[in-house]
């Protein structure tokens, strides 16, 4: 294992203000250049607009810095070092750094030459501007530090925890492949011995969340809103939907995907020949089929990946080579590594990182297709000069990443030669996005209740979560597990790390379904408007963004229903194949 370095990063794109070798990890480096862009004297448009680049030059750097020490912290969670390394950057630099940026975007709204720019260039980057002025405190720095620190914690906590299983010491994502096992027994041992270790550590976990929950619960005060949730939707710009809508998503997941969810399940516990299901039966292959084996290696999965993707769209194979050239990707589960997978951009040099946790299972493809579809999108809007629009929001982002599953079926033959091993993938992944959606909703719905409750008991807490997973879940029977139910939201890290930023998925998953349709329709022109949305970045409003990618931004009712049914055909297709 090779360690990200930041000069293990080719830098094509070169720098302007800074000098090129700068210690961003020292604030008696960083805070100078700060304190110039506030101090400078501004007299024309032009000197404006030479100042944003400076600041988005610096802002750029900064960030690149940061999401190094954070990808080596989660690639080696138990060295002390690299953790110090990641928690001396969060207090010394990013900490006090916030007070400046707030002055920078301050000077930049009073500037009397702001009026003289295009509006139409500018309109979006003003607006957030705007909404980030209305919503600074200063009294938040320190709080949202702590919240960074407190989740590096829980990476810390979740990357620790193994098992001694068949000999050996496996970490729980290594766990996962027993559950795939056609023998029920080992599944029952393997889903028993993991989840046994996590209720162990299920008051560390509490603690964490409590500790999350009062703080963010303080921020939202301090900016003056009633709650977190009416805090975090105006923090996260959601200026083209509300929570209101957001409720009428769960409740759309609850009466017209549940029901399929159960029917799925229905159908998986007759061809078991079972009465009921229990948690460790919803991997395994329900007609007793061994379990896929797309690779033996992370090689393997890498270079099968790349032929894929070379498939979908030259461009995107080319793209994937290069980041296996420069050492981007780290997808080996291994003890002291964080849980997940996640794709993470190098801002200043403009290229993608993927760090995964495989081990030989069809969902480890699935997992780096989708990382790799974020990553082509890092690559599309890498030329936007303007440095505040070349990021989507996460509506689309996602986007982005679940079509790059879809879109990659018919192509799967790179792992599964015999083509009734590629439909068994392709029905798991299908049966996986109907599944997903009321998880969607029932993880968003949480963290509504949560945030708008934040007086809660601990069990209060658990008693509403168990309640959701009967309204939005399966079938499966947790007889006799009620605790490791109550507890299952621990394993959602979002909840812990990334609060409300879960809706997301659910509004992507409907925009990767049309573009998934539209693929079907004609491959060329559907991967054609797909590449058009990736490159606009995040120039564009969302509805606008998802009308260039030849799609509906409309998470409602009468979106749903078609969608599924085509989700639908194409399962009763490939169960033919299968």
């Given at each position: 294992?090779?360690?990200?370095?930041?000069?293990?990063?080719p830098?094509?794109?070169?720098?302007?203000?800074?000098?090129?070798?700068?210690?961003?990890?020292?604030?008696?480096?960083?805070?100078?250049?700060?304190?110039?862009?506030?101090?400078?004297?501004?007299?024309?448009?032009?000197?404006?607009?030479?100042?944003?680049?400076d600041?988005?030059?610096?802002?750029?750097?900064?960030g690149?810095?940061?999401?190094?020490?954070?990808?080596?912290?989660?690639?080696?969670?138990?060295?002390?070092?690299?953790?110090?390394?990641?928690?001396?950057?969060?207090?010394?630099?990013?900490?006090?750094?916030?007070?400046?940026?707030?002055?920078?975007?301050?000077?930049?709204?009073?500037?009397?030459?702001?009026?003289?720019?295009?509006?139409?260039?500018?309109?979006?980057?003003?607006?957030?501007?705007?909404?980030?002025?209305?919503?600074?405190?200063?009294?938040?720095?320190?709080?949202?530090?702590?919240?960074?620190?407190?989740?590096?914690?829980?990476?810390?906590?979740?990357?620790?925890?193994?098992?001694?299983?068949?000999?050996?010491?496996?970490?729980?994502?290594?766990?996962?492949?027993?559950?795939?096992?056609?023998?029920?027994?080992?599944?029952?041992?393997?889903?028993?011995?993991?989840?046994?270790?996590?209720?162990?550590?299920?008051?560390?976990?509490?603690?964490?969340?409590?500790?999350?929950?009062?703080?963010?619960?303080?921020i939202?005060k301090?900016?003056?809103?009633?709650?977190?949730?009416?805090?975090?939707?105006?923090?996260?710009?959601?200026?083209?939907?509300?929570?209101?809508?957001?409720?009428?998503?769960?409740?759309?997941?609850?009466?017209?995907?549940?029901p399929?969810?159960d029917?799925?399940?229905?159908?998986?516990?007759?061809?078991?020949?079972?009465?009921?299901?229990?948690?460790?039966?919803?991997?395994?292959?329900?007609?007793g089929?061994?379990?896929?084996?797309?690779?033996?290696?992370?090689?393997?999965?890498?270079?099968?990946?790349?032929?894929?993707?070379?498939?979908?769209?030259?461009?995107?194979?080319?793209?994937?080579?290069?980041?296996?050239?420069?050492?981007?990707?780290?997808l080996?589960?291994?003890?002291g590594?964080?849980?997940?997978?996640?794709?993470?951009?190098?801002?200043?040099?403009?290229?993608p990182?993927?760090?995964?946790?495989?081990?030989?299972?069809?969902?480890?493809?699935?997992?780096?297709?989708?990382?790799?579809?974020?990553?082509?999108?890092?690559f599309?809007?890498?030329?936007?000069?303007?440095?505040?629009?070349?990021?989507?929001?996460?509506?689309?982002?996602?986007?982005?990443?679940?079509?790059?599953?879809?879109?990659?079926?018919?192509?799967?033959?790179?792992?599964?030669?015999?083509?009734?091993?590629?439909?068994?993938?392709?029905?798991?992944?299908?049966?996986?996005?109907?599944?997903?959606?009321?998880?969607?909703?029932?993880?968003?719905?949480?963290?509504?209740?949560?945030?708008?409750?934040?007086?809660?008991?601990?069990?209060?807490?658990?008693?509403?979560?168990?309640?959701?997973?009967?309204?939005?879940?399966?079938i499966?029977?947790?007889?006799?597990?009620?605790?490791?139910?109550?507890?299952?939201?621990?394993r959602?890290?979002?909840i812990?790390?990334?609060?409300?930023y879960?809706?997301?998925?659910?509004?992507?998953?409907?925009?990767a379904?049309?573009?998934?349709?539209?693929?079907?329709?004609?491959?060329?022109?559907?991967?054609?408007?797909?590449k058009?949305?990736?490159?606009?970045?995040?120039?564009?409003?969302?509805?606008?963004?998802f009308?260039?990618a030849?799609?509906?931004?409309?998470?409602?009712?009468?979106?749903?229903?078609?969608?599924?049914?085509?989700?639908?055909?194409?399962?009763?297709?490939?169960?033919?194949?299968?």
């Amino acid at each position: 294992m090779t360690l990200l370095t930041a000069q293990s990063v080719p830098h094509n794109y070169p720098r302007h203000y800074l000098p090129a070798q700068t210690n961003l990890g020292d604030w008696s480096v960083v805070e100078p250049f700060l304190k110039e862009l506030q101090t400078r004297s501004l007299h024309s448009p032009i000197d404006l607009e030479k100042w944003l680049k400076d600041l988005n030059e610096l802002e750029q750097a900064l960030g690149e810095e940061g999401s190094i020490r954070y990808v080596r912290m989660t690639c080696k969670t138990d060295d002390p070092q690299i953790e110090k390394d990641y928690v001396n950057f969060l207090e010394k630099i990013s900490e006090p750094s916030k007070s400046l940026f707030f002055g920078l975007l301050k000077k930049y709204w009073e500037s009397p030459y702001r009026s003289f720019l295009n509006e139409k260039d500018y309109f979006l980057f003003n607006r957030s501007v705007e909404n980030q002025l209305a919503l600074y405190r200063e009294e938040n720095i320190p709080l949202e530090t702590e919240i960074e620190k407190l989740s590096q914690q829980y990476q810390k906590l979740s990357g620790s925890l193994t098992v001694q299983y068949e000999g050996k010491e496996q970490t729980l994502q290594q766990m996962g492949r027993y559950l795939e096992s056609t023998d029920r027994q080992k599944r029952e041992e393997a889903w028993r011995l993991t989840s046994e270790r996590r209720l162990k550590e299920k008051d560390k976990f509490e603690d964490l969340f409590d500790e999350m929950l009062k703080i963010r619960v303080q921020i939202a005060k301090n900016a003056g809103f009633d709650n977190y949730r009416d805090y975090i939707f105006r923090r996260k710009e959601r200026f083209d939907y509300s929570a209101k809508d957001c409720e009428a998503f769960h409740e759309s997941a609850e009466k017209t995907i549940k029901p399929l969810v159960d029917n799925l399940q229905k159908k998986r516990a007759a061809q078991m020949g079972l009465s009921t299901l229990k948690p460790w039966d919803m991997s395994v292959d329900p007609l007793g089929l061994a379990p896929l084996k797309p690779f033996e290696n992370t090689d393997q999965l890498i270079a099968g990946c790349e032929t894929l993707l070379g498939q979908v769209d030259p461009e995107f194979g080319k793209n994937f080579k290069s980041m296996k050239e420069l050492r981007l990707l780290d997808l080996d589960s291994r003890k002291g590594k964080a849980p997940g997978g996640y794709q993470v951009d190098l801002e200043e040099a403009r290229i993608p990182f993927i760090f995964a946790n495989s081990v030989g299972v069809d969902h480890d493809v699935r997992t780096l297709l989708h990382e790799g579809g974020h990553a082509m999108h890092s690559f599309a809007w890498k030329n936007i000069s303007f440095y505040p629009y070349r990021h989507a929001p996460m509506e689309f982002c996602e986007v982005a990443s679940m079509s790059m599953e879809l879109m990659a079926d018919p192509y799967l033959s790179v792992f599964y030669p015999n083509p009734k091993d590629a439909a068994r993938s392709i029905i798991r992944h299908l049966e996986d996005v109907i599944v997903l959606l009321p998880w969607i909703a029932t993880i968003d719905a949480f963290q509504h209740w949560i945030y708008t409750h934040s007086n809660h008991t601990r069990q209060e807490r658990s008693d509403y979560w168990v309640s959701l997973r009967k309204r939005l879940g399966g079938i499966d029977d947790w007889t006799g597990f009620e605790e490791v139910r109550s507890s299952l939201w621990h394993r959602q890290l979002h909840i812990f790390e990334y609060p409300f930023y879960y809706i997301e998925y659910g509004i992507a998953q409907l925009g990767a379904l049309q573009i998934w349709k539209n693929f079907r329709q004609n491959k060329a022109e559907g991967v054609r408007l797909y590449k058009q949305g990736l490159a606009v970045g995040g120039s564009q409003t969302l509805p606008e963004i998802f009308k260039s990618a030849g799609i509906h931004f409309d998470f409602s009712l009468k979106m749903i229903e078609p969608l599924m049914a085509e989700v639908a055909k194409e399962l009763e297709q490939q169960e033919k194949i299968g």
